[in-house]
């Protein structure tokens, strides 16, 4: 008889054990689910006018949203639905969307500096000029 109930014992530990895996498997399960996102998100009209953009592109639409906002979307719905289409599979340049937004006749500067090699850095112009002049 008392091996019977020994054998009883480490039977219900198994229960036990599984029941405790079980329920340790379920909250990881619970954790991974509530970290990934649940549903791959759609990029928005801007996300893909900036996957399209290159070479300064991202600073001349940032410009031009913080010159004309409301216009800036307008554009950038067109130039994403053309993506989205099919029917823009180039990439668009920075100096292309300025120009796009001077016919439209929106008219906005760009910060630029000439940046030029001295004594093994990069520096703007104006600095090396500055400081010739000081020399």
Do not use: C, H, W
Not at 4 to 30: F, N, T, V
Not at 97 to 123: A, H, N, P, W
């Amino acid at each position: 008889m008392a091996k019977e109930s020994g054998g009883q014992k480490a039977m219900e530990e198994d229960a036990d054990l599984k029941l405790l895996e079980q329920r340790k498997l379920e909250a990881i399960r619970r954790r991974l689910k509530a970290a990934a996102p649940s549903e791959k998100k759609e990029k928005t009209d801007r996300q893909v006018v900036e996957g399209v953009l290159y070479d300064r592109g991202d600073e001349v639409l940032d410009a031009a949203y913080s010159f004309y906002p409301a216009e800036t979307e307008r554009l950038v719905q067109e130039i994403a639905g053309m993506v989205r289409s099919g029917r823009l599979n180039d990439k668009v340049a920075g100096g292309e969307l300025l120009s796009i937004f001077r016919q439209l006749g929106l008219r906005f500067r760009l910060k630029t500096s000439i940046k030029v090699m001295d004594q093994g850095k990069l520096v703007d112009l104006s600095e090396k000029l500055g400081r010739r002049e000081r020399e």
